[in-house]
């Protein structure tokens, strides 16, 4: 781990009431606030572009609830977006779980449980998965509970699982329309969780108070740190990828029977949820081996579930092991897990199973798809390997330790700038309406993954972007993790204060 960034250290908890410096030291921040005085910035806004980019993980909010309560409606009010997408018909399937909200100007993630209403497994059941899954992954959680129809048998099977689990509970009495409602809303009282927040997420009536509720039990950065503890704590690794690639071989290949169970903080399964394992001579642990050994087959529903412990199982890791299985052609379910890893700024490495089946035909055919299919995560180191024979398991543990050094790679501001003033001056942007926009410099204002402010005389075009991140690997390494870019553009009346 790199010791000079300390992105989740005393400082910044400090000074929560101004500006986060995000990774950057005070002698650095304060040359760079400099630099952009001098450029004709707003100040302020420079400091909200670094503090924005500067944020180590988000909190996760879970929002759990029986079928028809509200809760998708509930997330759309958080996010601000009708993006939990709500339909009235049962069997509702999203490949997305989890979405970024901001509240107070404090931001945070929301995984949205309401993805599937079938009752397959029988109501309790599948609410009870459901809502494990999403606990497993979330440092406090919303219970949403009809008023109208006070507590049921599930809302109060959902009670047990929360009390087991120890997480900070919000109580959402939703569909309080009015006075009478408030009276209905009085007695979930009785459950046992504390007071309930009247609210109609349709309208919006009271989502404010809730969420101010929310933000006083939902800490400032996930309850377990990442980069291990400060002794050296095991790095926790996702092994996930779509039903029947292979994960459960693999897990047991790597486990042997020598694995050690550490952690049962399952709150609701019988199964340890997360394993230690030796590998290369270091102990790691695996997240949600559980879900993984478990191996549920639903008729419907299914590709639901492994959406969510597939999002719980990210959101609880440092690196992503996306596991695909190199007998098949790449899917589209392949690569929107992988999706799903970027996007939540994972490092990342793909294992391709059962390579010792593939004769060279296969191969040759492989290779191509990975160019077309997969060409925007050539960066993640590939290994090849056979969970059946054990095949180049050894590669493994490099390549993870590979990504997880790309994760935390921080490139200091003077360094930063010097490339990019070259990279510019050998290839400016495209002339665009009789323009030219300059890249004028920019800082690395986070690590895990590295996210980037750059600061500029104009738009700059996303395929520009994607240069600017390409040279960027090519030039400070940067294997196995997500970038993030963003750029800010210099307003006309500070270009005129110069």
């Not at 018909?89 to 309401?114: H, I, Q």
């Amino acid at each position: 781990m790199n010791d000079q960034i300390q992105p989740d250290g005393s400082d910044a908890h400090e000074h929560a009431h101004e500006y986060d410096h995000g990774a950057l030291g005070d002698a650095e921040y304060a040359e760079f606030m400099e630099l952009a005085a001098e450029e004709g910035f707003d100040i302020e806004d420079v400091e909200g572009a670094i503090e924005a980019a500067g944020h180590g993980p988000l909190p996760v909010l879970a929002v759990v609830g029986r079928p028809n309560v509200g809760k998708s409606t509930l997330v759309n009010r958080m996010i601000g977006r009708r993006e939990a997408v709500v339909e009235d018909k049962p069997g509702v399937t999203r490949d997305r779980v989890t979405y970024e909200a901001e509240w107070a100007g404090r931001r945070f993630k929301v995984v949205d449980t309401g993805g599937w209403e079938q009752d397959v497994l029988g109501i309790d059941a599948s609410v009870a998965a459901q809502a494990e899954y999403a606990i497993e992954a979330s440092d406090a959680v919303v219970f949403v509970v009809d008023a109208k129809v006070g507590a049921t048998d599930t809302d109060e099977a959902v009670v047990r699982l929360l009390r087991k689990a120890g997480k900070p509970v919000v109580l959402c009495a939703n569909k309080v329309d009015g006075p009478s409602g408030e009276a209905d809303a009085a007695y979930l009282w009785n459950l046992g969780l504390g007071e309930p927040h009247p609210v109609s997420a349709l309208h919006g009536r009271g989502t404010g108070d809730m969420l101010d509720a929310v933000l006083d039990v939902l800490p400032d950065a996930p309850r377990e740190s990442f980069g291990g503890s400060g002794i050296g704590g095991p790095r926790r690794i996702a092994l996930i990828g779509r039903p029947n690639v292979g994960k459960s071989s693999l897990l047991n290949k790597v486990a042997g029977e020598e694995r050690v169970v550490v952690n049962e903080l399952a709150g609701t399964t019988r199964d340890p949820v997360d394993e230690m394992i030796e590998l290369g001579g270091k102990t790691w642990k695996f997240v949600d081996t559980a879900g993984i050994r478990k191996r549920v087959h639903l008729q419907q529903g299914a590709d639901y579930y492994a959406s969510l412990r597939t999002a719980a199982a990210v959101e609880k890791a440092e690196v992503a092991v996306v596991l695909i299985d190199a007998s098949e052609n790449i899917s589209v379910q392949d690569q929107r897990i992988i999706t799903m890893a970027v996007d939540a700024g994972r490092a990342m490495v793909i294992a391709y199973n059962k390579w010792d089946t593939l004769d060279e035909e296969r191969r040759y055919y492989l290779e191509r798809e990975i160019e077309t299919e997969l060409g925007q995560v050539t960066w993640a180191p590939r290994v090849n390997v056979s969970a059946y024979t054990g095949r180049h398991m050894e590669k493994l543990v490099p390549a993870i330790e590979t990504a997880l050094a790309g994760w935390e790679t921080r490139v200091p501001t003077g360094r930063l700038n010097a490339f990019l003033g070259e990279l510019v001056s050998a290839h400016p942007h495209p002339i665009r309406g009789g323009k030219q926009p300059r890249i004028l410099f920019g800082t690395q204002a986070g690590t895990k993954p590295p996210r980037f402010v750059l600061f500029a005389s104009g738009f700059i075009e996303a395929g520009y972007r994607r240069f600017i991140e390409r040279r960027l690997r090519e030039e400070f390494g940067f294997e196995g993790t997500p970038i993030h870019i963003s750029v800010r553009v210099r307003e006309k009346r500070g270009a005129k204060k110069k």
